[in-house]
């Protein structure tokens, strides 16, 4: 299981907390968030991304409301987002709930997250934040080739260099995969950057006890 690394401003409740989740195997990380939410709800706190409002108003509440939201309160809350919007939005989220249920930029590469996680990490939100992030950083590497079509061919809109947001390691230094062709084998938490399609993938499971099933999923 991953071990628990001292962070400084993790308050005591906070690193108990950290400390079982971190005992049932569960591990973070920092993604690059989803440009659509930004798109869409432009007004929302300024010490908060778009996401993050959005996310915390569709499964906690806001605006005085201890509740999430119906999307007439949402619109009303904000009208510069349309209905249909407000619903893109949220079948964007339940897409990958799964993998990152929270409003923080934090997924896990175990799936499903018990519920006892998630109203944790409500509970000890900023010590659940400030912990992986700190430990689980976005970091950035560098591809010199540029990334297009299956053929090879990119647009002038494309530049030589493709800056890719990259995950940091699952308690292991991971590998990345560059080409075409699905990695012959990976281990949880191997990167690969699929240069066919321009995307970039990792190496997930979903952490069942028997069964296990893992797959190079888009991120």
């Known amino acids: 299981m991953?071990?628990?690394v001292d962070v400084k401003g993790i308050s005591e409740d906070g690193k108990r907390y950290i400390e079982y989740v971190l005992s049932l195997?569960?591990?973070?990380f920092e993604f690059v968030e989803e440009a659509l939410y930004a798109e869409y709800l432009k007004s929302?706190?300024?010490n908060v991304t778009a996401?993050?409002?959005f996310v915390e108003m569709i499964t906690e509440g806001g605006h005085g409301v201890d509740r999430p939201l119906t999307d007439g309160e949402i619109i009303f809350a904000h009208p510069e987002i349309k209905p249909s919007?407000?619903?893109e939005l949220r079948q964007l989220y339940q897409k990958s709930k799964n993998r990152r249920p929270f409003k923080q930029n934090l997924e896990t590469t175990i799936?499903?997250?018990?519920e006892v996680i998630i109203s944790g990490a409500r509970t000890f939100s900023n010590d659940f934040s400030l912990y992986f992030k700190t430990t689980k950083p976005l970091k950035t590497f560098i591809s010199k080739t540029p990334i297009g079509s299956s053929g090879g061919m990119?647009?002038?809109s494309q530049?030589?260099?493709n800056v890719r947001r990259a995950l940091t390691s699952v308690g292991r230094s991971t590998s990345k995969f560059v080409g075409t062709v699905t990695p012959p084998a990976g281990v949880v938490g191997d990167l690969w950057l699929n240069t066919g399609k321009g995307k970039l993938f990792m190496f997930m499971t979903d952490g069942s006890n028997s069964g296990t099933t893992t797959a190079w999923v888009e991120v």
Do not use: E
């Not at 195997?25 to 973070?28: A, M």
């Open 2 to 4: 991953p071990a628990y």
């Open 111 to 114: 799936v499903p997250i018990p």
């Open 154 to 156: 990119i647009n002038s």
């Open 51 to 53: 996401r993050y409002h």
């Open 44 to 46: 929302h706190p300024t």
């Open 25 to 28: 195997g569960f591990d973070f």
């Open 85 to 87: 919007q407000v619903t």
């Open 159 to 161: 530049t030589g260099t």
